[in-house]
């Protein structure tokens, strides 16, 4: 049996994306829940009457939407502390919206710090050029670069939600390949 982080990667398709929520549930995908409700059974986490309540709901689970609630108060949601912070195994579609809207934070961080660097250094150039044996004030250039890197900033700002859908779906391929790499370890030498 798989650690508890580890359930949801015990599954083909991540039972608690809404996007997999309606797919058909197969006996491999109850026998996974099974597995968790016997673990908390013998922890005594779950008492007699609890466990056979829970496990005629695994039995008569036809969507893997069903299979979640079951355990959601035995089996933590989010990924185990043992996960390094860059694996995506064991992430929830929340953990996945969570990291992409960090991401696009410090996008966002760099075009406005780049715009106001940019600009200082641009302008201080251009006060050091015009005072050559007194203040001769020639065409203010720094201006363009100012409104380049501002344009960065808007741009930023103003496509949020499009880079936040991106940055999951680009996470989700990522996770799709990390548990595809981690299948063949997680095979015993059985098979």
């Keep these: 049996m798989s650690e508890p982080g580890d359930v ?16 058909r549930a197969s006996d491999r995908d ?10 908390a059974y013998a922890d005594g986490r779950l008492d007699r009457e609890e466990f056979d309540e ?11 939407g069903d299979l979640p609630p079951i355990t959601a108060d035995l089996v ?24 992409a809207e960090l991401h696009w934070q410090a996008e966002r961080r760099n075009a406005i710090v780049g715009f106001f660097g940019a600009s200082l250094v ?8 015009s005072w050559s044996g007194g203040f001769d004030p020639y065409f203010p250039w720094p201006l363009i670069v100012m409104a380049a ?10 496509t949020k939600e499009d880079s ?10 990522k996770q799709a390949k990390q548990l595809r790499s981690r299948r063949p370890d997680e095979s015993g030498p059985d098979q």
């Design 8 to 23: 949801w990667s015990s599954f083909d398709h991540d039972p608690r994306q809404p996007a997999n929520a309606g797919l």
């Design 122 to 129: 641009c302008w201080a150039i251009w006060l050091a050029t």
């Design 30 to 39: 109850r026998e996974v829940i099974r597995s968790v409700l016997a673990a």
């Design 54 to 64: 829970r496990s005629e709901l695994v039995t008569s689970a036809r969507t893997l």
């Design 76 to 99: 933590p949601d989010r990924a185990i502390e043992r996960h390094s912070s860059s694996s995506l195994v064991g992430a929830s579609p929340q953990e996945l919206r969570r990291r």
């Design 149 to 158: 890197s501002l344009a960065n900033v808007i741009r930023t700002q103003v």
């Design 164 to 173: 936040i859908r991106d940055g999951v779906h680009h996470l989700e391929k």
